[in-house]
Each structure stands twice: as structure tokens, then as C-alpha cells.
């Protein structure tokens, strides 16, 4: 099996990860920038799956330039089995929300696609996964800081761009064309998800374990609320992972839709 040297992985990754951006903010006419190939998760996956130098399907810790390990890892690597499926990677890089430079910002260019609450919700939900299985000990606190790290600056760009043409049946009988009120409703709920994620931050950052543990599940709470309030059902029954270990798999915990991490 073919595979590449760390500069030319790093290189296919790094393209990877800019060109979503790179789509987000458009070329002048409508278009992506000049020059800019079409984004394709499935052939980025391709490339980067011929390093996998011992055909197993996955690529481990050892197969990538050691800079991606630290960003992509953490967030990527859902079940913590410290390798890299093609499911894992194809979710990785389709939930990184496309809002030009970084997370937070309101819109990409004229004609590339426009960064929304969903992908910005579905980069938060995809750490919150991760740190769902962490033990939060000494070993695991440089990836848990990544994670909430993720999941704070998602929660801030989601933020901004809370959309209320696209209300959930029951958040349209609950507030039928006051869309001020249901902007604002939505704010506060992610506003208080922002700090539930900051607490459990705090912990993690004082290794705390069992505080930790603790402050998640407050995180996770609060989270299932907005999801009850505001996530559209469909949606969601079409993006829900399978539960996690423990049974704490289950409705609006996962990330995706309005008002949650």
C-alpha cells in the first residue's frame, strides 16, 4: 500500500481543513476562489486513509504528522479507541462549520455556503461525545481541554446566527410569529450552555474528576432542555448517534439543532 510522508499528510489534511473555510468566504463572482477544487470529504478521506501503513482500515496515532494528532484527535476520535475511522473522519470534517477565518462568524462569502447554527452544533456535539467517555484524569486533561474548548467556541458561534424561519413544530405553537421572543429564548438557551461548559472547564482545569464528571452531566442537562424547547424532531432522529456507554445515550444529548451543545 501506498503511503505518504508527514509532509505530504500534513499538506492534504492542512488543505482540508482550509478549504472549508476557503468555500465559506466565496470567490467574487459567486464561486469558490480561484483555483479552489470543490470540497470532497470522501476523496480527502481517500488520501489521507494511504497512509494507513498497515491496511487495517483506521489510521492511528503513528500514521499522522504529529500537529494533527493534537487538533484533530481529541474531537475526531469519538470513542477513544486513539484511532481514526473513515465514519469518524467524515463527520469530523463535515461538522466544521464554514464561517470563513474561525468559529463565530456570521456568514461566509456571497456565493460559498453560509456557516449555520447546525454545523456549528454538530462540531459541539461531536466533542461532547468524546468527553463523554472520558475518565477526566491527568492523562486525559490536555484532549478534555480541547474538547470543551470546541465546544465553548461553537456555543458562541451558534450564537449568532439563531434562525427563525426554521423553528421546530413545537417552538412555532409555543411562539406562532413572535420571532423576537423565540431569538431571544434561544440565545439564553445557549448562552446557559456556554456557562455549563465553562463550569465543567473549571473543573477539568483543577482535576477534579469527580467534579467533572459532575458538571458534564449539568452540561448534558442543560443541553437535552434546549434540544426539548427547540430542536426539530426529524432532524434530530436522522443525526442521533448511537447512545453511549452507560446508558446516558438518548433524546437531544448528542449535539445538532438550536440551543445546545
Request: hydrophobic letters at 35%; glycine letters at 14%.
Given at each position: 500500500?501506498r503511503?505518504?510522508?508527514?509532509t ?6 492542512a ?9 465559506a ?9 480561484p483555483?479552489?477544487r ?5 476523496a480527502?478521506?481517500d ?12 489510521l ?10 493534537e487538533q ?5 476520535d469519538?470513542?477513544?479507541d ?9 463527520t ?32 459541539a ?22 474538547r ?20 421546530a413544530p ?11 421572543a ?12 456556554i456557562?455549563a ?27 437535552k432542555?434546549g ?15 448511537a447512545p ?5 445515550g ?12
Amino acid at each position: 500500500m501506498r503511503t505518504f510522508s508527514a509532509t505530504k499528510l500534513a499538506a492534504v489534511i492542512a488543505g482540508a481543513l482550509m478549504t472549508t473555510s476557503a468555500l465559506a468566504q466565496g470567490g467574487r463572482e459567486g464561486g469558490p476562489p480561484p483555483g479552489e477544487r470543490p470540497f470532497d470529504v470522501n476523496a480527502i478521506i481517500d488520501r489521507m486513509m494511504e497512509n494507513d501503513a498497515n491496511g487495517d482500515g483506521k489510521l492511528a496515532r503513528d500514521e499522522m504528522p504529529g500537529r494533527f494528532v493534537e487538533q484533530m484527535f481529541p474531537v475526531a476520535d469519538a470513542d477513544q479507541d486513539g484511532f481514526l475511522t473513515r465514519e469518524e473522519l467524515k463527520t469530523y470534517f463535515e461538522s466544521r462549520p464554514r464561517g470563513g477565518a474561525g468559529f463565530g462568524q456570521p456568514r461566509g462569502g456571497e456565493g460559498g455556503p453560509p456557516a449555520t447554527l447546525d454545523s456549528h452544533m454538530r462540531q459541539a456535539g461531536q466533542a461532547l461525545r468524546a468527553l463523554r467517555r472520558s475518565s477526566f484524569t491527568a492523562e486525559t486533561q490536555a484532549d478534555d481541554l480541547t474538547r470543551i474548548g470546541v465546544i465553548e467556541a461553537s456555543l458562541v458561534g451558534a450564537k449568532q446566527l439563531i434562525d427563525p424561519e426554521h423553528m421546530a413544530p413545537q417552538a412555532k405553537e409555543k411562539y406562532g410569529s413572535d420571532t423576537a421572543a423565540y431569538t431571544r429564548d434561544v440565545r439564553l438557551a445557549i448562552i446557559k450552555a456556554i456557562k455549563a461548559a465553562i463550569a465543567l472547564e473549571e473543573t477539568i482545569i483543577a482535576g477534579d474528576s469527580a467534579g467533572s464528571k459532575a458538571a458534564l452531566e449539568k452540561l448534558l442537562a442543560v443541553q437535552k432542555e434546549g434540544h426539548d424547547q427547540f430542536q426539530n424532531e426529524e432532524e434530530e432522529a436522522n443525526e442521533r448517534p448511537a447512545p453511549a456507554p452507560g446508558g446516558r445515550g438518548g433524546r437531544g444529548q448528542d449535539g445538532g439543532g438550536n440551543g445546545g451543545g
